[in-house]
């Protein structure tokens, strides 16, 4: 089994910054993309930043040049920095991962439980 365990979030001012990490445990194999998303209020889970084995990174246009993703493989871990904060990011916000657990296996997706972030003054 594969968890991954969010942490970062917090109360921050508009135009702060956070940074969010996430932390892949359990037997992966290979980890094809892993990305950050964000469930506003009313609206479904939207992709924010997903970052693959390229690698190759892919922003929403509501955070590109505020954003950035990065990960580490051989600590399995990815993180989301994010700068020049506004209300309207505030929402939980998920880590996510499709790796494979071993020779052979296909990819699978999993989910993190989520962290808050509230942008607000």
């Known amino acids: 089994q594969v968890q991954l365990v969010e942490s970062g979030g917090g109360l921050v001012q508009p135009g702060g910054s956070l940074r969010l990490s996430c932390a892949a445990s359990g037997s992966i194999y290979s980890k094809y993309r892993m990305a950050w998303y964000r469930q506003t209020p009313g609206k479904q889970r939207e992709l924010v930043a997903v970052?693959?084995?390229?690698?190759?990174?892919n922003y929403a246009d509501t955070v590109k040049g505020r954003f950035t993703i990065s990960r580490d493989n051989p600590k399995n871990t990815v993180s989301l920095q994010m700068n020049s904060l506004k209300s309207e990011d505030t929402a939980p916000f998920f880590c996510?991962?499709?790796?494979?657990?071993?020779?052979?296996?296909?990819?699978?997706?999993?989910w993190g439980q989520g962290t808050q972030v509230t942008v607000s003054s």
């Open positions: 996510n991962a499709v790796v494979t657990r071993y020779i052979g296996d296909s990819p699978r997706e999993y």
């Open positions: 970052i693959t084995s390229g690698p190759i990174t």
